[in-house]
């Protein structure tokens, strides 16, 4: 059982990474092409070497000017629990606001590949959300945050799906019987760190929005494949981090 303490002082706390411009906004980028194929390789996105207390240099952060605005763009850890960990170092070091994307395993196979999902709530099979709010089976995307999404992908003319994601810490424990319930619930997609990131903001009190790309497809095959353009996925994500 999980007891949630309100009190957001912990025994340890985040520290701060010292970002040097201190930059209030952040790209958390979850999918692993986009930033091995589009981020590492494009030179506008300049390093930000991190050294931990043992020395060892961390590769995972890149700072980018877009539109007069300073962003860090971080390659997170996978997993609520990492996740997490990142998100709130990000915090510790001055980040206000957030816009997160990867990809997520679709839940029927008339969803195809590489559809754009905007989450309406996380249904909480992680539990990571439990240690920062209370009890409850899923937790909410922020209304503006959601508009503000739609509103971007509208102007671009990227198509999406709105619903329910599933979050669960256990990828191995993905049954039939679990995919019919969670489908039953609303859910269109799986993924492992929604709900986690959706529950920190809130209780750290920062803004986020987060949205998802469908990959495999846990229900079968996917007939189709929408097109797949890293490009537009970062334009895409900053386009609602600067609005946010």
């Known amino acids: 059982m999980i007891i949630f303490d309100s009190n957001k002082r912990a025994l340890f706390d985040p520290h701060s990474l010292d970002l040097a411009s201190h930059p209030k906004k952040a790209l958390l980028v979850f999918d692993d092409e986009v930033w091995d194929e589009y981020v590492i390789k494009n030179p506008d ?11 060892k240099v961390f ?7 877009y539109e007069s605005e300073s962003i860090v763009l971080m390659y997170p850890n996978t997993g609520g629990s990492a996740a997490a960990i990142d998100l709130e170092l990000l915090i510790a070091s ?7 994307f990867g990809t997520g395993g ?10 754009v999902i905007v989450p309406t709530s996380a249904v909480r099979e992680e539990g990571v959300s439990y240690h920062y709010l209370p009890l409850s089976d899923e937790i909410a995307q922020k209304k503006h945050s959601i508009s503000l999404m739609k509103q971007v992908f509208a102007q671009h003319k990227v198509s999406f799906l709105m619903g329910k994601v599933w979050t669960t810490d256990a990828v191995y424990r993905e ?18 760190e929604m709900a986690s990131l959706l529950a920190v903001a809130e209780f750290r ?8 790309i469908t990959d495999d497809n846990i229900a079968g095959k996917s007939p189709k494949e929408n097109e797949r353009n890293l490009a537009k996925l970062v334009k895409l994500a900053l386009e609602v981090l600067v609005r946010i």
């Open 45 to 55: 996105f300049e390093k930000i070497p991190l050294k931990n207390n043992q020395g």
């Open 59 to 65: 590769n995972t952060l890149r700072l980018y000017k």
């Open 94 to 100: 001055g980040i206000e606001k957030f816009v997160a």
């Open 106 to 115: 679709a839940m029927a196979n008339n969803i195809a590949k590489n559809t």
């Open 175 to 192: 049954t039939a019987k679990k995919l019919k319930l969670m489908t039953d619930k609303g859910c269109l997609v799986v993924d492992m």
């Open 205 to 212: 009190g920062v803004d986020f929005a987060g949205f998802l």
